[in-house]
C-alpha cells in the first residue's frame, strides 16, 4: 500500500507558478511509475505528467500538450516525493491535481489512470484571469 498526499496548490494569477508536492509512506514509491492527473469542475479527468522510475533517459519523462513547455515533473527517491513545476499559469490549468503511482516495479509510466493504482487525496489549483 502506498499513500501519498499532495500539497502546493492555491490560487494564483494568470501567468503565475505554484510547485505541487506529492509526499509518499514507503521507500517502494522510489521505484513505481508516478503521474500527475487533474480535474476541473464538470471535467473527466486528464492526463497531465508522467516521470519514469528512475526519471532518466528520452522517455523518463511524458507530458500532455496542454502543459508541455510550462510544467516540468520531477521526483526525489531519497525524499520518497515527487514535484510538478507549473509556470506560465492559464485560467484552463485551473483543476484538482492528483498524483498517481502504477504499482508496477520498473515499469513503465501509462497515460491512462486507469492504469494506477495509488492516489493522493488532491490539490485545488485555481488561476484566475
Known amino acids: 500500500q502506498v499513500q501519498m498526499v499532495e500539497s502546493g496548490g492555491g490560487l494564483v494569477q494568470f501567468g503565475g507558478s505554484l510547485r505541487l508536492s506529492c509526499a509518499a509512506s514507503?521507500?517502494?514509491?522510489?521505484?513505481?511509475?508516478k503521474a500527475w492527473f487533474r480535474q476541473a469542475p464538470g471535467k473527466e479527468r486528464e492526463f497531465v505528467a508522467a516521470?519514469?522510475?528512475?526519471?532518466?533517459?528520452?522517455?523518463?519523462?511524458y507530458y500532455a500538450d496542454s502543459v508541455k513547455g510550462r510544467f516540468t515533473i520531477s521526483r526525489d527517491n531519497a525524499l520518497n516525493t515527487m514535484t510538478l513545476q507549473m509556470n506560465t499559469l492559464k485560467p484552463e490549468d485551473t483543476a484538482v491535481y492528483y498524483c498517481?503511482?502504477?504499482?508496477?516495479?520498473?515499469?513503465?509510466?501509462?497515460?491512462?489512470?486507469?492504469?494506477?493504482?495509488?492516489w493522493g487525496q488532491g490539490t485545488q489549483v485555481t488561476v484566475s484571469s
Open positions: 514507503t521507500r517502494a514509491f522510489s521505484i513505481y511509475p
Open positions: 516521470i519514469s522510475w528512475n526519471g532518466g533517459g528520452t522517455y523518463g519523462t
Open positions: 498517481a503511482v502504477r504499482r508496477q516495479p520498473y515499469g513503465d509510466y501509462e497515460t491512462d489512470g486507469a492504469m494506477y493504482d495509488y
